[in-house]
């Protein structure tokens, strides 16, 4: 049996940080404590283990407090796109939108983490019953179609420096990494370099030719990205 983590979150201490929810504002303080309060459930899920597996059906709508997770996603040629979440991200909405729909991607713990799960019922009457957080899905899954598009223009730069910095610059939006840390990406090199499709040992050259331009800074299984427009820009 594995031991619990100290850092997971139980149900209290994540509502009693609720403010912080990228979509708490969205909601009356009634929707959320005749809604959201009773239906919520906390998961505490370790490094390695799936959030879930594609074709499975969804368990609600997922967030993600503590940690990060890699989702990948499945593209024609057999390979799959690597998309990262962040703590304070949610994800699953489009399969609960177009509802009986199936998971299409795999997601996997990069570290311990804390998952949290909005039922579809709780997730569809939010829908229904407020307007403002209706709006708040729409921004999110423009910002995420955006993020997508630039992730695989990004994947497509021949010179592995390019791609390594236009990658990096993808991880960064408003809504899938909204804290104010945002920037300092607690993941390993290894971890990062297989989201940019790059060998280890290329990776590790364009950090050093990106950190010497001063867009990011290597630390210790760490990596924060400074000047995340220029990272975007690179090689343009």
């Given at each position: 049996?594995?031991?619990?983590?100290?850092?997971?979150?139980?149900?209290?201490?994540?509502?009693?940080?609720?403010?912080?929810?990228?979509?708490?504002?969205?909601i009356?303080?009634?929707?959320?404590?005749?809604?959201?309060?009773?239906a919520?459930?906390?998961?505490?899920?370790?490094?390695?283990?799936?959030?879930w597996?594609?074709?499975d059906?969804?368990?609600?709508?997922?967030?993600?407090?503590?940690?990060?997770?890699?989702?990948?996603?499945?593209?024609?040629?057999?390979?799959?796109?690597?998309?990262?979440?962040?703590?304070?991200?949610?994800?699953?909405?489009?399969?609960?939108?177009?509802?009986?729909?199936?998971?299409?991607?795999?997601?996997?713990?990069?570290?311990?983490?804390?998952?949290?799960?909005?039922?579809?019922?709780?997730?569809?009457?939010?829908r229904?019953?407020?307007?403002?957080?209706?709006?708040?899905?729409?921004?999110?899954?423009?910002?995420?179609?955006?993020?997508?598009?630039?992730?695989?223009?990004?994947?497509?730069?021949?010179d592995?420096?390019?791609?390594?910095?236009?990658?990096?610059?993808?991880?960064?939006?408003?809504?899938?990494?909204?804290?104010p840390?945002?920037?300092?990406?607690n993941?390993?090199?290894?971890?990062l370099?297989?989201?940019?499709?790059?060998s280890?040992?290329?990776?590790?050259?364009?950090?050093?030719?990106?950190?010497?331009?001063?867009?990011?800074?290597?630390?210790?299984?760490?990596?924060?990205?400074?000047?995340?427009?220029?990272?975007?820009?690179?090689?343009?």
């Open positions: 049996m594995q031991q619990l983590n100290p850092s997971f979150l139980d149900k209290d201490q994540v509502l009693a940080n609720w403010s912080r929810c990228i979509w708490a504002s969205s009356s303080t009634e929707l959320f404590e005749d809604c959201v309060r009773p919520l459930q906390v998961r505490h899920i370790h490094a390695g283990q799936y959030l597996r594609a074709n059906l969804p368990l609600g709508w997922i967030g993600v407090t503590r940690g990060a997770a890699k989702l990948c996603v499945p593209t024609e040629d057999g390979r799959s796109i690597a998309l990262c979440g962040f703590a304070g991200s949610w994800f699953g909405e489009a399969s609960l939108l177009h509802r009986k729909s199936r998971l299409d991607c795999d997601a996997v713990a990069l570290h311990d983490l804390t998952m949290l799960i909005l039922p579809d019922a709780a997730f569809q009457r939010l229904n019953e407020s307007a403002s957080f209706g709006q708040f899905l729409l921004t999110l899954m423009a910002e995420r179609n955006q993020q997508l598009l630039r992730l695989i223009t990004a994947l497509q730069s021949a592995i420096t390019s791609r390594v910095a236009k990658c990096l610059g993808t991880l960064i939006t408003p809504m899938n990494f909204p804290f840390d945002a920037g300092l990406l993941v390993t090199q290894s971890e370099a297989d989201f940019c499709r790059v280890r040992s290329r990776f590790n050259e364009a950090l050093l030719e990106l950190e010497r331009r001063d867009l990011l800074e290597v630390g210790y299984r760490s990596v924060r990205l400074k000047d995340v427009e220029g990272l975007r820009s690179y090689g343009t």
